[in-house]
C-alpha cells in the first residue's frame, strides 16, 4: 500500500498578521520570483499545481487582509484551512506581540480546543535587520505546541520565500504535534504505541531484536530499497552512542527503534517517521484508516468467503513465529503476545470449545486455522481487518484482498454439478436435550469424559474441523440452531450447505420434531438433509411417531438415518457424510436405495466392487512377490493403484453426469 495513500489530496494555506508586515508581498514574490513594484491590499487565491511542488500536493495559498475582509470571513478562512501562517515583521515588536496576545488565541477559539491547526510563525523583512528574532520566538514555540517551525524570510531579496511554503506543506503532510512532545522533548504515547506496533510486526523471528536482515526487509517495505551495509553500520553506530540499550546482540532493540525515530523528528525529519507510519497504515491522528482495515469488496449473494493459500501460509507463519515452545499449540500467554499488535483480542473463551485443542486446551495449529477459516465464512471484515493489525499489508502483498476468495455462486455449483468450495456450513437442528451441544464438541473428537469437564458458559454454538471428502480435506462447521418452542426457521437458519435433523434415539418424542421439521421448512427446498439418530451407545426405542426413521427416509428419499455416539469414542463417520452431501448435493436425487453405508451408495459400491476385484489381487499377487526381492516390485504396485484410480475418477464423472 502506497504511503501517499492517506496523503491530503490538497494543501490549503492561510497567511494572517498584522497591516503591513509583508503577508502579500510574500505570496506575490513566490508567484513572480521577484519583489512586485506595487503591493495590493490582498492576493487572489493562488493555486501551485502538485507537479512543482515538492510533496506532489496541489497547494492553495490564501491571503488575508482586515481593511477587505470581517472577522467572520477570517474565521470561514481559518476553517477552511490546513496551516495558519502568522506573518511578523522581524523589525516591528508589535508584530511579534500580536503573535501571542490575537492571533494564536484567535485561532485556539475559532477551531476550538478539540482540534489542533498546525502554525508556522514566519518572520519577514530579514532584510531590513541583520540580527535573528529567534531569541523573542522560540519561548513561543515551547510555550504553543501546535507552532511547528518559525521562518524568517524576505520578500524583497526572495530569501527562504520557498522554504516557508515547503515548511508550510511539511507542516500540514508531516505534522509534528501527533508525533512529538517538545516541552518533554519524547514522542507522545499514540506515536510510541504505533511504533511499537510495527517493531513486532517487523521482528520476524519473534526475538525482540531487528537484525540486519529484518532491518533490510522494513527498509525496503517503507522505502522501496534496502541501506547500504556501511549506512546500516552507521546508524548503528548512532544509536550505540546515543542509546546505551539501543543494540543487542547486534541487533537494534525496541528502544533504540524509538530512539530513532525521536532523533528524526528533532532533527526535522519528521516525513520519515509519517513515511513508516503511513506505509503501515496510519492517518493524521495515528488512527489506522478504515481502508487499510476494509479495503473495498464485494460479495455476490449465493456466494462464500474463504482463505487463499496467501493467506493460509501467512497465518501459518504467524502461529510458528509465536509458539516459542515449538509444541504445535499456543498457550495463552503466546496467543496474547501472538495478538499484541492488536488493539482487542479477536475471539473470546469460546474459541477452545470451538475448535480441536490439545489436552491443556490450547489452540493448536489445525485449531487456530479452523478458527480463522470460520471467521473469514461469517465475517470477513473482521478477518481483512485483524489482518490488517497483524501486519499482512507490505511487501508482496497490496491489501488483505490476497487473502481472501469469492467462491462461484452456489446456484452455479448446483447447475454444473461440481464445486471448488473447501468451507460449508451444516445447521444442527433437533429439539431441548436430543444431544446437539455432544454432536457439535464430538466434531472436535472430544468424548462424552472430555464434555464433563467443559464449562458450559464458555460453550460456542459453533465448530469447524477438516472432514474427509474421497480424500480431500474440507472445512465443515457445524451450526447448533436455537428454533425454541416456535418451530420456525428463519431465512439465515435455513442458509446452509446441508442440514443435520438429530433426534434421541432413547427418547420417542424426539424424532417427530424432525420429522415435522423436515416436512415444513425442508421438503421442497434444495438443502440436502441428513437424520442423525444421537445416543446411539443405548438402547433405541420405538419413536411416537407414524412411521419410523428408516421409513420416513424411504418415503422422502432421503439418505438412511445415521447413529452417533461420543460414548466412549466419537462415531466420526457421520461428519464425513454431512460433509459429502454438503459437497456433491446433487448426488442426493440418484441415491434411492436404502443402503446403510454412506449418502452416495451409487459411488460407494462401485469402488467397492473396483477394490475387491482389481486392487486387492494385485496387492495380493505383488506381496507375494516380495519374497523374491523383484526389483520391479514397487514400479508394478504404483501402476496397479494408478490404473484403480483412474478407473475410479471415471466411474465417478459418470455418475455426477
Known amino acids: 500500500m502506497d504511503a501517499t495513500l492517506n496523503m491530503r489530496r490538497d494543501v490549503r494555506i492561510l497567511l494572517v498578521g498584522e497591516a503591513q508586515v509583508g ?45 477587505e475582509q470581517t472577522t467572520d470571513q477570517l474565521k470561514d478562512e481559518i476553517l477552511r484551512a490546513n496551516v495558519v501562517c502568522i506573518v511578523y515583521a522581524v523589525d516591528n515588536e508589535y508584530s511579534v506581540q500580536m503573535i501571542t496576545q490575537r492571533w494564536l488565541p484567535f485561532i485556539h477559539e475559532t477551531v476550538g480546543e478539540d482540534l489542533r491547526m ?58 509534528t504535534a501527533p508525533l512529538y512532545c517538545a516541552e518533554e522533548k519524547e514522542l507522545k504515547v499514540p506515536c510510541v504505541k504505533a511504533l511499537t506496533r510495527i517493531f513486532t510486526i517487523c521482528d520476524a523471528d519473534n526475538d525482540g531484536l531487528l537484525k540486519d536482515r529484518e532491518l ?6 517503507c522505502f522501496n530499497a534496502p541501506l547500504a ?56 491522528n495515528l488512527q489506522l484508516t478504515e481502508e487499510y482495515l476494509y479495503p473495498s469488496f464485494r460479495i455476490p449473494v449465493g456466494c462464500s468467503t474463504e482463505l487463499t493459500h496467501q493467506g493460509y501460509s501467512f497465518l501459518s507463519a504467524l502461529f510458528e513465529k509465536y509458539d516459542l515452545d515449538q509444541d504445535g499449540a499456543l498457550s495463552p500467554d503466546e496467543l496474547q503476545n501472538l495478538f ?22 490450547w489452540i493448536t495449529l489445525q ?8 471467521t473469514t465464512y461469517l465475517d470477513v471484515p473482521r478477518t481483512m481487518e485483524f489482518l490488517a493489525y497483524l501486519g499482512y499489508i507490505g511487501g508482496e502483498h497490496e491489501s488483505q484482498l490476497s487473502a481472501i476468495t469469492v467462491t462461484r455462486e452456489k446456484r452455479a455449483d448446483l447447475a454444473k454439478k461440481q464445486t471448488m468450495r ?22 472436535l473428537g472430544r468424548n462424552t469424559e472430555w464434555q464433563k469437564r467443559l464449562k458450559k458458559e464458555h460453550l460456542s454454538r459453533y465448530t469447524i474441523n ?39 434415539v432413547t427418547d420417542p418424542r424426539t424424532f417427530e420434531y424432525c420429522a415435522r421439521m423436515y416436512k415444513r421448512h425442508f421438503i421442497d427446498s434444495k438443502v440436502p438433509c441428513l437424520l442423525v439418530g444421537a445416543k446411539a451407545d443405548q438402547a433405541a426405542v420405538t419413536q411416537d411417531h407414524p412411521i419410523q426413521p428408516d421409513e420416513f427416509c424411504k418415503k422422502y428419499k432421503l439418505p438412511p438415518p445415521q447413529v452417533f455416539t461420543t460414548k466412549p469414542t466419537v462415531n466420526r463417520d457421520v461428519y464425513m457424510k454431512l460433509a459429502t452431501l454438503a459437497n456433491y448435493p446433487h448426488w442426493l436425487l440418484q441415491c434411492l436405495c436404502s443402503c446403510d453405508k454412506c449418502a452416495t451408495c451409487w459411488c460407494q459400491k462401485a469402488y467397492n466392487v473396483l477394490r475387491h476385484s482389481l486392487l486387492t489381487p494385485i496387492i495380493h499377487r505383488h506381496l507375494r512377490n516380495m519374497q523374491s526381492k523383484n526389483s520391479q516390485f514397487w514400479l508394478k504396485a504404483s501402476v496397479g493403484a494408478a490404473v484403480v484410480a483412474a478407473l475410479g475418477i471415471i466411474l465417478y464423472k459418470s455418475i455426477g453426469r
Open 23 to 67: 503577508k502579500t508581498s510574500l505570496i506575490l514574490s513566490l508567484v513572480s520570483e521577484e519583489f512586485p513594484d506595487e503591493v495590493p491590499p490582498r492576493a487572489e487565491e493562488i493555486t501551485i499545481p502538485a507537479d512543482v511542488t515538492p510533496e506532489k500536493v496541489p497547494t492553495h495559498i490564501v491571503d488575508y487582509s482586515a481593511q
Open 118 to 175: 498546525p502554525v508556522l510563525l514566519v518572520g519577514n523583512k530579514s532584510d531590513l535587520q541583520e540580527e535573528s528574532s529567534m531569541e523573542s520566538i522560540i519561548p513561543i514555540m515551547n510555550q504553543y505546541p501546535e507552532v511547528e517551525t518559525c521562518v524568517e524570510c524576505s520578500a524583497r531579496n526572495l530569501k527562504n520565500i520557498s522554504e516557508l511554503f515547503y515548511y508550510a506543506q511539511k507542516a500540514v503532510l508531516h505534522p
Open 216 to 221: 533490510n526487509e522494513f527498509q525496503k517495505r
Open 229 to 284: 551495509p556501511q549506512a546500516l553500520e552507521d546508524v548503528k553506530a548512532v544509536v550505540r552512542k546515543n542509546c546505551p540499550d539501543g543494540i543487542s546482540d547486534n541487533g537494534l532493540t525496541l528502544p533504540g527503534f524509538l530512539f530513532l525515530h525521536t532523533l528524526f523528528i528533532q532533527r526535522g525529519r519528521h516525513e520519515t517517521t509519517w513515511t513508516v507510519l503511513r506505509k503501515f497504515g496510519y492517518d493524521d
Open 340 to 361: 499484541s499488535v492488536c488493539p482487542i483480542m479477536p475471539w473470546g473463551p469460546d474459541v477452545n470449545n470451538t475448535v480441536v485443542t490439545n489436552e491443556q486446551g
Open 367 to 374: 485449531g487456530y486455522l479452523n478458527q480463522w477459516t470460520l
Open 422 to 443: 473447501s468451507v460449508f456450513q451444516c445447521n444442527v437442528i433437533g429439539p431441548k436435550g436430543a444431544g446437539k451441544t455432544a454432536f457439535l464438541q464430538g466434531h
Open 466 to 504: 477438516l472432514t474427509q471428502v474421497y480424500g480431500q480435506d474440507k472445512y465443515l462447521l457445524l451450526h447448533e440452531i436455537d428454533v425454541g418452542i416456535s418451530d420456525i426457521l428463519t431465512p439465515e437458519d435455513m442458509d446452509c450447505d446441508v442440514a443435520c435433523l438429530l433426534y434421541d
